[in-house]
């Protein structure tokens, strides 16, 4: 929908210090966000990697039970590193993380040209959060600020919740979705009494597409009333489909901006993450009333096209303006995106 001059990065690597000596920071992206009287707010993830200093071996971090990062030092011969951010064993398949994530807040004045400050820092704690914590979803609820999030262990990747009223103080409530489910959105609002969710469960048996399912709540804590919402139907969304940002209401209904990723050429390769788009009823979010055929944004920027993992364009958080509407996305796994687009030319593109 538009082209690469109307998308800026705002944040990249090279505007961070890691949070250890021995690390490096290769990613800064996926952020939630949110306006919080005349300032954005963002929570974006930060992904940190060992700096390489044993030729022939690979870095593995981790969180240890006391809260220290360690470092798992093996031989590259004994995995697969087909993949840069996963590395699997050759001998039992079990996955490893190459980089640890943390969340890291920064915020802007209401000027375009202010430059963004970074505050508080939301760090890896719990058994569930030993290989990081990942991609956060911000939803505002009766002015509570409501954070869904990615929790990774060696169980697999869950997501976890965590609220603030300030961005300076978080409280965690554990978790609420089990592995392997990600890409959890909240509505805004309660829906008939209940609050809502979209989620993304996936499996290794693949019995269909890849799906986005819905779930309802009476405390945000505890959720039931799962049942599929939509599949990834175009090749751009074959492979993988998931929520991007938290819905949004609009007199037509739900807007939910969501991310969709095709299969690549070359075998072993990530295939490119678009975004997409689709409307649900406003009384009745189990039905789809319209959704893209193409994508709305696919990776075509520099900064879109090359990074830790090419071609990705993953939407994680939208700002409604009274202009339009402020899409902001992780780029390559290295960056974070933003684009003002047209809310009228989003719903006119779907069908």
């Known amino acids: 929908m538009t082209d690469s001059k109307a998308r800026q990065r705002v944040l990249s690597p090279d505007d961070l210090t890691p949070l250890d000596r021995a690390f490096q920071v290769i990613g800064v992206f996926n952020p939630g966000a949110t306006r919080v009287v005349d300032e954005t707010m963002l929570l974006a993830r930060v992904a940190e990697r060992p700096l390489p200093d044993q030729p022939g071996f690979v870095g593995l971090p981790r969180v240890g039970p006391s809260g220290a990062v360690t470092i798992d030092w093996e031989p590259e011969a004994a995995f697969d590193l087909s993949d840069p951010r996963v590395v699997r064993s050759k001998h039992d398949g079990v996955a490893r993380l190459t980089s640890l994530s943390h969340l890291r807040v920064f915020r802007r004045g209401v000027g375009e040209s202010e430059p963004w400050s970074a505050g508080s820092v939301f760090v890896p704690e719990s058994p569930a959060e030993e290989y990081g914590v990942e991609d956060p979803r911000i939803t505002t609820i009766d002015g509570i600020h409501w954070i869904t999030y990615v929790a990774v262990s060696r169980h697999g990747a869950a997501t976890a919740i965590a609220s603030t009223s300030d961005f300076v103080r978080f409280e965690r409530h554990g978790i609420i979705f089990p592995p392997e489910n990600k890409d959890v959105v909240l509505f805004p609002r309660k829906i008939a009494g209940q609050y809502v969710a979209l989620h993304r469960p996936t499996t290794k048996t693949d019995f269909c597409r890849p799906e986005v399912w819905i779930a309802r709540s009476p405390d945000l804590l505890h959720w039931g009333g799962h049942e599929p919402l939509f599949q990834g139907i175009s090749g751009w969304e074959s492979d993988r489909t998931g929520a991007g940002a938290p819905p949004i209401e609009l007199d037509e209904g739900w807007l939910v901006i969501y991310h969709g990723c095709g299969s690549s050429e070359r075998p072993g390769d990530v295939g490119a993450y678009c975004a997409g788009a689709v409307l649900l009823d406003r009384d009745d979010p189990t039905r789809v009333l ?13 900064f879109e096209r090359s990074g830790f993992v090419p071609n990705v364009v993953f939407p994680t958080a939208v700002i409604d303006r009274e202009t ?3 899409i902001y996305y992780g780029a390559a796994d290295t960056a974070v995106g933003v684009v003002d687009t047209s809310r009228d030319a989003v719903l006119a593109s779907l069908h």
Request: no cysteine; aromatic share 0%.
């Open 290 to 302: 319209r959704r893209s055929r193409e994508p709305l944004l696919r990776p075509i920027a520099d």
């Open 324 to 326: 339009g509407l402020t």
